[in-house]
């Protein structure tokens, strides 16, 4: 090999080093410690005034697996963020709203992973008396936020099955069918 040659690759793997060690420094630095820290982050950074900030109600931290779900009131909508656990600490990985008021859901596929995130905001008018959900037949956990608001959540880790079809039920303590979609 010769000096030029030498000297290029040197060169060419110190460049490379150092933009490795640059990213690693970003990612350390917009990861947080904690998922709380990760949520005001978030706060802080889509909701930039005061007046925002202060619309902000009722917010709970549900954790499933690497991932915590934040769902919070703005308004007359509810907001879910999805956190997720890395190497370097937690990171925003999806956020959706929508309003408070009729049957709703929104799935996510991670490609990296294949888990597959299915929520939607439970009725406001039959938010208290439902007690179960099902999707396609199966237990969605349910999260309240207070009497007025709450969301559904499933994360299925098993993308085999078709979710092309949603068919939700809303049940009440007895299991009788209160709403559905």
């Known amino acids: ?5 030498k000297a290029t690759l040197i060169f060419v793997t110190t460049i490379v080093f150092i933009y490795a060690i640059l990213a690693i420094i970003e ?9 709380d820290e990760a949520f005001e982050k978030f706060i802080n950074s889509e909701f930039k005034t005061e007046v925002a900030q202060n619309e902000i109600g009722d917010k709970e931290f549900y ?3 690497n991932y915590t779900f934040v769902p919070f009131e703005v308004g007359n909508n509810v907001s879910l963020v999805q956190f997720e656990k890395g190497i370097f600490g937690w990171k925003l990985s999806y956020y959706s709203q929508d309003e408070n008021g009729g049957y709703s859901y929104s799935s996510v596929v991670d490609e990296l992973n294949g888990d597959i995130l299915l929520h939607g905001v439970i009725p406001k008018d039959i938010v208290t008396k439902t007690k179960t959900i099902k999707v396609n037949g199966k237990d969605a956990d349910i999260v309240m936020l207070n009497d007025k608001a ?4 499933m994360m299925n880790n098993n993308n085999q099955e078709n979710f092309d079809n949603i068919k939700l039920e809303f049940l009440d303590n007895v299991g009788d069918i209160i709403g559905k979609m």
């Open 27 to 35: 990612t350390v630095n917009l990861s947080s410690k904690t998922a």
């Open 1 to 5: 090999m010769g000096k030029r040659t």
């Open 63 to 65: 954790r499933i697996g």
């Open 150 to 153: 709450g969301i559904w959540i």
